[in-house]
């Protein structure tokens, strides 16, 4: 093994944290570039929609970016990869709020009537709401405490509706896309092979446990358990 594979398999805490602190700050260009836009008058004939719309997008990319960490860490090896996860899943949160609120307050100016209203006639804004409900105890638990608090188990239970987030997600900005749905199939295209690649991993293991438990056949009397994960 090459010094440069081993420094990437097995880096040090410094260098963990310097990809870290470069990924915060990745992260954070999309917004301030929208800021900057912002100040200087140029986002467009309806800047609520262009704020609301960039928001949006960029919570569903950043979704898409935290499943990639697990394809990419079994593909790559680089099991280091799933400690950015947990800041990919917060800026997408942060990215949802200020979509969130650039809807309530700047569209809609906390008039709940309106929204309620808005929400009948068009019902992809019940959607997101929904997943927005659902990112919430997903970011508020993202810390070793709540881990421990809720235990490994019921804490990974809990953070799997990140992939029923992602698919409503991509229905909300499908059923708001008038014209031009080059994104939103991308988007679907790349939410389906990774949700795809998941699944055949565990359809995988699944078949590796199976075959195990065929070979150590037990004597009479015995059953064979099969946990499925």
């Not at 719309?53 to 990869?81: D, K, N, Q, V, Y």
């Not at 899943?89 to 942060?94: H, M, Q, R, T, Y």
């Not at 929204?115 to 105890?137: K, N, Q, S, W, Y």
């Not at 953070?159 to 698919?167: K, V």
Request: proline share 4%; with cysteine; glycine share 6%.
């Amino acid at each position: 093994m090459t010094r440069t594979s081993s420094t990437l398999s097995a880096p040090s805490a410094a260098t963990i944290a310097a990809v870290k602190a470069a990924l915060f700050v990745i992260c954070l260009i999309p917004a301030a570039l929208l800021c900057r836009d912002a100040y200087n008058g140029v986002l467009g004939e309806d800047p609520i929609e262009t704020i609301a719309r960039a928001s949006g997008e960029w919570t569903l990319r950043m979704l898409l970016f935290t499943l990639a960490m697990t394809p990419l860490r079994r593909i790559s090896g680089l099991h280091w990869l799933l400690r950015l996860r947990r800041m990919l899943g917060l800026f997408a949160f942060a990215y949802g709020c200020a979509h969130l609120f650039t809807y309530v307050w700047l569209d809609q100016s906390f008039d709940f009537t309106a929204i309620a209203l808005d929400i009948i006639e068009r019902p992809f804004i019940a959607v997101g709401f929904a997943a927005f409900a659902l990112m919430t105890p997903l970011a508020l638990t993202s810390n070793a405490y709540m881990v421990r608090r809720l235990g490994g188990r019921q804490w990974q239970s809990l953070h799997r509706s990140i992939y029923a987030i992602a698919i409503m997600a991509v229905v909300h900005l499908w059923w708001m896309t008038e014209k031009d749905p080059v994104w939103p199939i991308v988007y679907t295209l790349i939410l389906a092979l990774l949700l795809g690649m998941r699944a055949w991993w565990r359809n995988q293991e699944r078949e590796r446990q199976l075959a195990g438990a065929y070979l150590r056949q037990p004597g009479p009397g015995k059953v064979i358990r099969i946990i499925a994960k």
